[in-house]
């Protein structure tokens, strides 16, 4: 017997076995087979469950099955909407999926109420999804908008300016008035508008910083108490006044600027431009963010020689950067650097950061006197080693080393380089002709440097092991010729081929 395990793929499949017998001898028998055709839920989508007045949306509705026959004929509550259809087999299955797409612009009214997708199979089965509707109101359906951030962060005490642009749909109407209101639920509280008439936490506080021909709603609010934090503000720019609006379905806490007012200042951002290397010029910022222009903190780099240059800039609206930036000479006993800022209502902070300067070793020097050495006399080879940091003192010594050598570290004057320098005395022979005179550095940090001379000597003459014996002088005719008598002898035996 044989058992095998099938895909069903089809609502009928027929499954044939086939025989072969020992002889040649072959038999087949076949079954259709007759599956059941399933039909999945029903599901309704949307990139956003929150749809915005007379803005189209897209949403989807979704039904899987296993059977062809049963291709749904899917619609919607919303049958005056267009909609279209697909139909596919998925790949890798025997699924098949329709998928209807609703284009939806929804009013004010459709706020709260169901989107329903229907499908109906051909066998008669029937599904249904819902979901319910989320209508944001438009502000534009007043005739204009304003754009402000969302947030805005202010220092007790200081200063800041809520940036605001408006714009109308169509022609901007004359005389048009800004107002300022803080968001409450059915009340509508003035902290700004030309009468002065606002309320008390806000009394004295609060103007315009643009011009409304200029399309520029910007808010400047002065002195800044907690009493004002998480206070959310808003707009009104029209010619007539917000009561005379119905409001309902809209809210003005969507578009609202809250306030977040901070009693302690921010530490300042303090940065190191570039790699810092003693001996070379380093550079050093500080910052702060803060939003009171006419009223800005003050910043002080300490520990570090050198001038200071000053900049403010606008960073973003209602934002501005006052910055800090030195420069100078860096030094092994530069280890950190501070800043400290300061702000007019009294508040400061500081930051410190260590400065970590790296510590340059320039290559080994040797050097001498001559660069040819004489047999027998005195002769003196210096190594020298430069470096900026002291910490990085290094060991100097030499390959002759049953030889006398005086080393002495010292700063070079003027500079921020250390020296060491050590200094090999010793008397040239023979042997010495050709050889290397090698000096090694260890430095505290582990780092080593080797440099070589190489050693030309030149014999003396009294070290030459023969002597020879002939007249301080002797007298010749012009014209003839002489014989200087001479006669030589070796200390040791004499050379062949001499």
């Known amino acids: 017997m044989v058992t095998t395990t099938l895909f069903i793929e089809k609502e009928y499949q027929i499954v044939e076995c086939y025989v072969e017998h020992r002889g040649g001898r072959s038999a087949s028998a076949s079954?259709?087979?007759?599956?059941?055709?399933?039909?999945?839920?029903?599901?309704?989508?949307?990139?956003?469950?929150?749809?915005?007045?007379?803005?189209?949306?897209?949403?989807?509705?979704?039904?899987?099955?296993t059977c062809y026959r049963n291709i749904p004929t899917v619609t919607w509550n919303y049958g005056n909407m267009p909609a279209s259809s697909d139909t596919s087999k998925l790949s890798g299955g025997a699924q098949w999926r329709?998928?209807?797409?609703?284009?939806?612009?929804?009013?004010?009214?459709?706020?709260?109420?169901?989107?329903?997708?229907?499908a109906r199979f051909a066998g008669g089965q029937t599904r249904r999804a819902t979901i319910i509707l989320r209508?944001?109101?438009n502000i534009l359906n007043l005739g204009w908008s304003f754009t402000a951030p969302a947030t805005i962060t202010g220092l007790k005490g200081s200063c800041l300016t809520i940036p605001c642009k408006f714009s109308y749909k169509?022609?901007?109407?004359?005389?048009?008035?800004?107002?300022?209101?803080?968001?409450?639920?059915?009340?509508?509280?003035?902290?700004?508008?030309?009468?002065?008439?606002?309320?008390?936490?806000?009394?004295g506080r609060t103007s315009l910083t643009g011009s409304v021909t200029e399309k520029n709603c910007s808010l400047k609010i002065e002195r800044l108490e907690m009493s004002h934090n998480h206070n959310q503000l808003y707009p009104w720019i029209d010619?007539?006044?917000?009561?005379?609006?119905?409001?309902?379905?809209?809210?003005?806490?969507?578009?609202?600027?809250?306030?977040?007012?901070?009693?302690?200042?921010?530490?300042?951002?303090?940065?190191?431009?570039?790699?810092?290397?003693v001996g070379e010029q380093g550079t050093v910022s500080c910052s702060v963010q803060h939003t009171c222009f006419s009223a800005p903190p003050t910043l002080t780099l300490k520990g570090l020689p050198g001038i200071d240059q000053n900049m403010d800039t606008l960073v973003s609206e209602g934002i501005w950067e006052s910055k800090i930036v030195q420069t100078w000479t860096v030094e092994e006993e530069h280890q950190s650097v501070s800043c400290a800022v300061n702000y007019?209502?009294?508040?400061?902070?500081?930051?410190?950061?260590?400065?970590?300067?790296?510590?340059?070793?320039?290559?080994?020097?040797?050097?001498?006197?001559?660069?040819?050495?004489?047999?027998?006399?005195?002769?003196?080879?210096?190594?020298?080693?430069?470096?900026?940091?002291?910490?990085?003192?290094?060991?100097?010594?030499?390959?002759?080393?049953?030889?006398?050598a005086s080393t002495n570290t010292k700063k070079v004057p003027g500079e921020t380089q250390w020296k060491t320098v050590s200094i090999l005395s010793f008397k040239s022979s023979p042997s010495d002709n050709g050889r290397s005179v090698t000096c090694f550095a260890k430095f505290n940090g582990g780092q080593?440097?080797?440099?070589?001379?190489?050693?030309?000597?030149?014999?003396?003459?009294?070290?030459?092991?023969?002597?020879?014996?002939?007249?301080?002088?002797?007298t010749g005719l012009k014209g003839s010729c002489l014989i200087i008598p001479c006669k030589f002898s070796y200390k040791n035996s004499q050379p062949n081929d001499l």
Do not use: M
């Open 135 to 137: 209508v944001k109101r």
């Open 31 to 65: 079954k259709t087979l007759t599956s059941y055709c399933s039909i999945s839920g029903l599901t309704v989508s949307s990139a956003s469950y929150e749809f915005l007045e007379r803005d189209q949306s897209t949403v989807t509705c979704t039904v899987s099955y």
């Open 239 to 277: 010619k007539n006044t917000i009561t005379s609006y119905h409001t309902k379905g809209h809210s003005f806490y969507d578009g609202s600027t809250e306030l977040i007012v901070s009693e302690h200042a921010p530490e300042p951002q303090l940065s190191i431009i570039g790699i810092l290397r």
């Open 448 to 474: 080593t440097q080797e440099v070589s001379i190489r050693l030309r000597v030149k014999r003396n003459i009294l070290n030459q092991g023969w002597s020879f014996t002939a007249p301080s002088t002797i």
């Open 344 to 404: 007019p209502a009294g508040q400061s902070a500081e930051r410190s950061i260590p400065l970590n300067a790296e510590c340059s070793i320039s290559p080994l020097n040797i050097s001498s006197t001559s660069d040819e050495f004489l047999e027998g006399y005195d002769s003196k080879v210096t190594c020298t080693a430069l470096y900026t940091c002291h910490k990085n003192t290094p060991t100097l010594t030499w390959n002759y080393g049953s030889v006398a």
């Open 170 to 203: 169509n022609s901007q109407p004359k005389d048009l008035q800004v107002i300022w209101y803080l968001y409450q639920r059915n009340e509508y509280p003035a902290v700004y508008n030309q009468e002065g008439t606002v309320i008390r936490k806000f009394n």
């Open 98 to 118: 329709t998928v209807s797409t609703l284009t939806f612009t929804a009013s004010a009214n459709d706020n709260g109420r169901s989107l329903i997708c229907y």
